[in-house]
């Protein structure tokens, strides 16, 4: 049985390859050993066949119920959030993404579009299996099947969570010393003060702090 790529240990080279469009057929049969791989590791909730070296566009997940995607395409997303997630290609380093509460996903062996939700309630009456919004687990459990189906289908796509980083990063304003020299603009009038000085100009409104170039 194929094992998953530590990427962080081992090359893959089709981790960040688009991969190949398949057969109905073969990906079922490719589905199979990837749910074979996943409940004999019992640590993850999917898994895309590059994670295991296989070229083709195929992915599983079990969440809620165990589902396929062959050759998926997502028709439609809305609802942006950040999600914090993790992916057995880079064990233990989580990263913190951006994706969507909804997708509406086509695969090859579907007839329809599958609507994925971590909404409270269905927007529509399209929504896949038993709506539970009373249910906090539920709710959990549906926004984390329809982020996982994105994580899966970004693989087959060659993306990983690295690609949808969200720059977390807290951007604190240095404070600017009392008797710190400043530049100061008015329409076309500029002025070169101390910060103690030029404070309540700018407090006024009319004047700024100017940090561009060459004033012309």
């Not at 809305?78 to 913190?96: H, V």
């Not at 100009?201 to 004047?207: F, H, K, P, V």
Request: proline residues 3%; aromatic residues 6%.
């Amino acid at each position: 049985m194929k094992k998953v790529i530590n990427c962080y240990k081992e090359n893959n080279p089709v981790i960040n390859k688009k991969l190949k469009v398949v057969s109905v057929e073969e990906g079922l049969e490719i589905a199979t050993e990837l749910f074979q791989i996943l409940n004999e590791r019992k640590d993850g909730i999917g898994l895309a066949a590059n994670q295991v070296g296989i070229d083709a566009q195929v992915a599983v997940l079990n969440v809620r119920e165990p589902i396929i995607l062959i050759n998926p395409k997502i028709e439609d997303q809305w609802d942006e959030i950040d999600f914090y997630e993790g992916c057995l290609s880079y064990p233990k380093k989580g990263i913190r993404t951006k994706r969507y509460k909804n997708i509406i996903v086509k695969s090859a062996q579907e007839e329809s579009g599958m609507y994925f939700s971590g909404n409270d309630v269905p927007t529509d009456g399209t929504s896949r299996g038993t709506w539970e919004a009373s249910k906090k687990q539920d709710k959990e459990d549906r926004l984390l099947e329809a982020i996982c189906i994105q994580h899966e289908i970004d693989h087959l796509m060659g993306k990983t969570i690295h690609d949808r980083k969200v720059d977390t990063t807290v951007r604190v304003e240095k404070k600017i010393g009392r008797n710190r020299l400043v530049t100061i603009k008015k329409n076309d009038a500029v002025k070169v003060l101390k910060y103690k000085k030029a404070k309540p100009l700018l407090d006024s409104g009319e004047w700024v702090i100017y940090v561009g170039g060459p004033i012309t």
